[in-house]
């Protein structure tokens, strides 16, 4: 038993270690000032994948988080208007619902992901779950905050009402 105590902790630093070697660290950026404002640590674990977020300078409150459909945090035009990070496309939806959702319903987008909380600091630091995605499903796709919150509805605004994007990282 004594041998078994002692070898623990060296034990759960090796699984720790192996965990942080298979994660991914997105740099998110500001997409209209290009200011770096933090990172995201995206975990697998048995229950889907952790987003765990060191963010600053975010306003208070809810805000939106999806993974999107292309890799780029670039400006792009949409209905004749420059759109920063518009380039990142829509929100990941392979299965084509066309409905922006809970991320645990089988009929949203697989981009949707929970609710990403800043507190009264600006910072964003406590992680979320998104159970239906897996590493192979975000590579090489977009991650996204958005200015305001997610009602998880596409009413009365379409996509949740997070509105314009805030933050956007490219997932390698």
Known sequence: MKRFLTALPFTLAALSAQAMSDAKTIEMMDPESGEKMG??????????????????????GGHGFHVHENPSCESA??????????????????????????????????GDLPLLYVGEDGDAKHPVIATRLSMSDIEDRALMVHAGGDNYSDSPEK???????????VIK
């Open 159 to 169: 996509l949740g009402g997070g509105g314009a994007r805030a933050l956007c990282g």
């Open 77 to 110: 035009m949409k209905n004749g208007d420059e759109t920063p990070a518009g380039a990142a496309g829509s929100h990941y939806d392979p299965e084509k619902t066309d409905s922006h959702g809970y991320p645990w319903s089988d009929n949203s987008h697989m």
């Open 39 to 60: 990172t995201v640590t995206i975990e697998e674990h048995d229950d889907g994948l952790v987003f765990t977020p060191s963010l600053t300078g975010l306003e208070p």
